[in-house]
Each structure stands twice: as structure tokens, then as C-alpha cells.
């Protein structure tokens, strides 16, 4: 990582390992993902959290190919 700037993190592309830019999920005209974007580094450990229903489960089933 590089620096902070106004509370963001600057990250080096190289640091990057998974990016997943503007999900969009489906399902039939129910639209239960949308606009998700996350850079996931190396070496680190990531956490999704958010309220029961808001698409946690959904968008890792995503980056699995599961859905």
C-alpha cells in the first residue's frame, strides 16, 4: 500500500490478487447485486459483513461460480 489520502487507501497494483469490478447479479428481474466493485490484497484477510439480505451470501457465491 502506498499512502492515505482523504481517509482512502492508495493501493499498488501489485498488492492486488482478486478484482471484481461493477457486479451485477440477477435473478430473473430482481436485481440483487448491483454496482459492486473490491480489490482483495495478498496476504490479507478479508471480511464481508452487512445486515441479513444485503447480498454477502450472493456476491461470494459469485467470485465462487456458484451461482
Given at each position: 500500500m502506498k499512502d492515505n489520502i482523504e481517509?482512502?487507501?492508495l493501493v499498488d497494483q501489485?498488492?492486488?490478487k482478486f478484482k471484481a469490478s461493477?457486479?451485477?447479479v440477477y435473478y430473473g428481474d430482481t436485481?440483487?447485486?448491483?454496482?459492486?466493485?473490491v480489490d482483495i490484497l495478498d496476504k490479507?484477510?478479508?471480511a464481508f459483513i452487512?445486515?441479513?439480505?444485503?447480498g454477502k451470501s450472493t456476491f461470494?457465491?459469485?467470485l465462487n461460480?456458484?451461482?
Open positions: 481517509g482512502r487507501m501489485m498488492d492486488v461493477d457486479v451485477q436485481h440483487a447485486i448491483k454496482d459492486v466493485s490479507t484477510v478479508t452487512g445486515p441479513s439480505g444485503c461470494l457465491r459469485c461460480r456458484m451461482n
